[in-house]
C-alpha cells in the first residue's frame, strides 16, 4: 500500500549542500506525516526533522536545525530535505518515513512505513 523511494544522496564536501527527494506512493490513506532519519555505522537510527501534512507544521534535531529544510510537494506526493552547510557528522543512510495521523513526531515507532534510504558523505 506504501511505497517510499528517496533519491539525491552522494558525496560531498565539508561545507557543501544535497537535497534529498522521497516520492511517495500511497493509497487508502488520510492524512500522514513525514519524517526523514539518518543512521551511522554502529549508531541508533535517529531523528531528522517531520513535517505534517499540511506543511504547515515542521520539526528538526537540534544538531540541523538552520542547516536543513523540510519541505513536501503534496501535489506530487514528494518530501524533500535540503541540507546545507553539511558536515563529515552528517554522513549517514538516510531514511524517509510515514507515521499515519496528523500529529508530528521525533519518535522512529511512530512511522510505520519507511523507505530503503539513500546514502549520504561528507567529507572533510
Known amino acids: 500500500q506504501v511505497q517510499l523511494v528517496e533519491s539525491g544522496g552522494g558525496l560531498v564536501q565539508a561545507g557543501g549542500s544535497l537535497r534529498l527527494s522521497c516520492a511517495a506512493s500511497?493509497?487508502?490513506?488520510?492524512?500522514?506525516?513525514m519524517g526523514w532519519f539518518r543512521q551511522s555505522p554502529g549508531k541508533e537510527r535517529e531523528f531528522v526533522a517531520t513535517?505534517?501534512?499540511?506543511?504547515?507544521?515542521?520539526d528538526y534535531a537540534d544538531s540541523v536545525k538552520g542547516r536543513f529544510t523540510i519541505s513536501k510537494d503534496n501535489a506530487k506526493n514528494t518530501m524533500y530535505l535540503q541540507m546545507n552547510s553539511l558536515k563529515p557528522e552528517d554522513t549517514a543512510v538516510y531514511y524517509c518515513?510515514?507515521?499515519?495521523?496528523?500529529?508530528?513526531?521525533?519518535?522512529?515507532?511512530?512511522?510505520?512505513?519507511w523507505g530503503q534510504g539513500t546514502q549520504v558523505t561528507v567529507s572533510s
Open positions: 518515513a510515514i507515521a499515519p495521523g496528523s500529529t508530528w513526531s521525533r519518535r522512529s515507532n511512530d512511522y510505520h512505513y
Open positions: 500511497v493509497r487508502t490513506f488520510g492524512m500522514y506525516v
Open positions: 513535517i505534517t501534512w499540511s506543511g504547515t507544521v515542521t
